[in-house]
């Protein structure tokens, strides 16, 4: 049985492809609504309204609103990873190389790698893309639950290890060090704060919205943090 409100556009296609489009729409919708709202103060009408689609489908695809949360967590998890899977490929191979080797990578082509990655985390997370996910994962990071612990060790846990055994190699230390994890989280939150703390961004730099020329701004400030890492400074 469908679950879509009836929609003339919709007749000739496939059950499956139906289908998929309805799960489609209440992601997103969820992302939304729980990250404006938050998970009690969101009733599952209102997400299906938000979606367009019956009240029906939160059951049928996810099994009830808890199940629609922890999937829509599970979701931006996965828009964050696809966005940056071809840098931190990149940047795996090469680190897994290196180790086959038994020959670690140089200062040059880790930052190289660690700047790859810190861009294209700027461009992601100051773009507006991202506007209903952080808004989403910021209401985690004050109150945690399974939401959180999904997609940190989905896609965060892994990113700021990534980042870490690049910054280890600039600072000659070991990546598991409480101070090599420090300053992966010092720099990482030196781009995201782009997005969290997007109003004190636009009133700081009197942006007037955040464009093109300010996301390369940005790469362009990414580029000179990972350029920091290592060059002189000690513990």
């Known amino acids: 049985m469908s679950t879509e409100k009836t929609s003339p556009p919709h007749h000739g296609r496939p059950r499956a492809e139906r289908g998929d489009v309805t799960r489609e729409k209440l992601l997103l919708a969820a992302i939304d609504v729980f990250g ?23 059951p049928y695809y996810f099994g009830g609103k808890q ?24 940047a795996h191979a090469r680190l897994k190389e290196a180790e086959d080797q038994g020959v670690a990578i140089g200062p040059d082509e880790a930052r190289r790698l660690l ?42 846990g892994p990113m700021l290890g990534l980042l870490g055994r690049l910054v280890a190699t600039l600072l000659d230390e070991d990546p598991r060090s409480e101070h090599v994890r420090l300053r992966t989280l010092s720099l990482a939150g030196s781009v995201l704060v782009f997005r969290v703390a997007h109003a ?36």
């Open 36 to 58: 404006r709202r938050g998970f009690d103060g969101t009733t599952t009408r209102t997400l299906a309204h938000a979606a367009g689609v019956n009240l029906q489908a939160i």
């Open 115 to 156: 700047t790859s990655i810190l861009q294209r985390m700027a461009a992601l997370f100051v773009g507006r893309e991202s506007e209903t996910w952080v808004r989403f994962l910021i209401r985690e990071q004050m109150e945690p639950t399974e939401a959180f612990r999904r997609v940190y060790a989905g896609v965060m």
């Open 67 to 90: 199940g629609l949360y922890i999937a829509a967590a599970e979701h931006i998890g996965s828009l964050i990873a696809s966005h940056t899977a071809d840098v931190r490929e990149r």
């Open 200 to 235: 004190a961004v636009l009133a700081h730099l009197e942006w007037q919205t955040v464009g093109p020329r300010e996301i390369e701004v940005v790469g362009a400030l990414a580029a000179e943090l990972a350029a920091t890492i290592g060059m002189g400074a000690s513990r």
